[in-house]
Each structure stands twice: as structure tokens, then as C-alpha cells.
């Protein structure tokens, strides 16, 4: 039987972190600290907050504009280093890839056919998989939950720990996690997801 595998696409596949960091930038006039990023990834944002006494109603307002700017620019997303290539060794290798990702055609008071973007935005990368999308985090777990996998990858710790781990392999593509858990596999970039996807190294 063919090995099957999943991955999230935004944070995965297409690269948010790039467009956070220059959104944060605009915003605030100045480069967006690791220690923030770092404590978004980690659920430390209020302990961050409070540590460098920011307001923070100015943080909740710059999250909830950046995240309706990046629902309207999900087409513009650059490809995140190294996926293409590894999708492609990976496919090589005889291993389907399903790509499971929520991206909700609704954010607030804005609606576009999401679907049609993310698959067009595929296109134009060269990359050629089945995607399901789902409207919001539950359906996407659902989703992977309901199928045969392997494992799925995720830059998201909280998707990860609702998967049932006894059958699907959770793997952990961030480098900003400090809260190593044994259960995930972690890798920092797809050099090292593409070896040991493709066996060519063991963890």
C-alpha cells in the first residue's frame, strides 16, 4: 500500500512567516523581535506582553488587521525555501502527499473563493497534489483524523496535539517551538523533513 502523507499548507508550503515579519514592520516602524515571534509560537504572547509593558489592545488590534490583510493576499504568498523541491523527492519516491490546510472562505466581513486561490497559487508553483481545505481548525483535524496517514506536518503545536498520534505521526516543521514534546518529530527547514520522509536519514 502507498504511503500517504499530509501537510498544512500556510506555514508548510506557503511562507507566513516572511509576510508577518514584513507586515509587522509596516506597522510598527521597526523589525519585529524574535522574542515575539517566539512567544506567538509558544503561547507566551501575554506573559511577552506584560515582560516589555506594551498595551496590549495595541497588539489585539495589529493581529486582527494582519490577519485580514493576509486572508486578501494569500495569492501574493512566496513558496517557503526548499518545499517545492521536497515535495517533488518526496512524490518521487512513490508517496502520495494530500495537503490538509484551514484557510475559511469568510473573515469577518470578507468572503473570496479561497479554494479556487490556493489552487491557482499551487499552479503558478509548480506543485500538483490533492488539497482539502477546511473553514476553520476542528474540520481540518477532522479531516486529517478521517483518513489513512503516515503523518502530518504542521508549524502549529495545537493541530498537532489533537491527532490521534497512536496512527498518525505528528511532525512539527517551526523553529521558533522551544517546548520539545517526545511525541513530535521537529524539524527547523524541509532539508531535513525531505531525508527523513524519503528515508535517506533516521531520527
Same mark, same amino acid.
Given at each position: 500500500?502507498?504511503?500517504?502523507?499530509?501537510?498544512?499548507?500556510?506555514?508548510?508550503?506557503?511562507?507566513?512567516?516572511?509576510?508577518?515579519?514584513?507586515?509587522?514592520?509596516?506597522?510598527?516602524?521597526?523589525?519585529?523581535?524574535?522574542?515575539?515571534?517566539?512567544?506567538?509560537?509558544? +503561547?507566551?504572547?501575554? *506573559?511577552?506582553?506584560?515582560?516589555?509593558?506594551?498595551?496590549?489592545?495595541?497588539? *489585539?488590534?495589529?493581529?486582527?488587521?494582519?490577519?485580514?490583510?493576509?486572508?486578501?493576499?494569500?495569492? %501574493?504568498?512566496?513558496?517557503?525555501?526548499?518545499?517545492?523541491? +521536497?515535495?517533488?523527492?518526496?512524490?518521487?519516491?512513490?508517496?502520495?502527499?494530500?495537503?490538509?490546510?484551514?484557510?475559511?472562505? *469568510?473573515?469577518?466581513?470578507?468572503?473570496?473563493?479561497?479554494?479556487?486561490?490556493?489552487?491557482?497559487?499551487?499552479?503558478?508553483?509548480?506543485?500538483?497534489?490533492?488539497?482539502?481545505?477546511?473553514?476553520?481548525?476542528?474540520? %481540518?483535524?477532522?479531516?486529517?483524523?478521517?483518513?489513512?496517514?503516515?503523518?502530518?506536518?504542521?508549524?502549529?503545536?495545537?493541530?498537532?496535539?489533537?491527532?490521534?498520534?497512536?496512527?498518525?505521526?505528528?511532525?512539527?516543521?517551526?523553529?521558533?517551538?522551544?517546548?520539545?514534546?517526545?511525541?513530535?518529530?521537529?524539524?527547523?527547514?524541509?532539508? +531535513?523533513?525531505?531525508?527523513?520522509?524519503? +528515508?535517506? *536519514?533516521?531520527?
Amino acid at each position: 500500500m502507498k504511503r500517504r502523507i499530509s501537510l498544512d499548507c500556510d506555514g508548510v508550503i506557503a511562507d507566513v512567516e516572511s509576510f508577518f515579519i514584513e507586515y509587522y514592520k509596516d506597522y510598527f516602524g521597526n523589525s519585529v523581535p524574535q522574542d515575539f515571534i517566539q512567544a506567538c509560537y509558544n +503561547g507566551k504572547l501575554e *506573559k511577552y506582553v506584560q515582560k516589555e509593558n506594551i498595551d496590549f489592545n495595541i497588539i *489585539k488590534d495589529f493581529f486582527k488587521e494582519y490577519e485580514a490583510d493576509l486572508f486578501l493576499s494569500l495569492p %501574493k504568498l512566496q513558496i517557503i525555501s526548499g518545499a517545492k523541491e +521536497g515535495i517533488k523527492e518526496i512524490t518521487r519516491k512513490g508517496i502520495e502527499i494530500i495537503v490538509n490546510s484551514y484557510r475559511p472562505s *469568510k473573515y469577518m466581513d470578507i468572503t473570496q473563493d479561497t479554494e479556487k486561490i490556493t489552487e491557482d497559487w499551487f499552479e503558478r508553483n509548480g506543485i500538483y497534489v490533492p488539497i482539502h481545505l477546511a473553514e476553520n481548525k476542528q474540520e %481540518k483535524c477532522n479531516n486529517i483524523k478521517d483518513e489513512i496517514y503516515y503523518c502530518h506536518v504542521d508549524d502549529d503545536p495545537i493541530i498537532l496535539k489533537q491527532l490521534p498520534i497512536s496512527r498518525i505521526k505528528p511532525i512539527l516543521l517551526n523553529s521558533h517551538y522551544k517546548q520539545p514534546e517526545e511525541k513530535y518529530l521537529q524539524f527547523h527547514s524541509w532539508t +531535513g523533513l525531505t531525508e527523513f520522509l524519503t +528515508g535517506k *536519514k533516521n531520527v
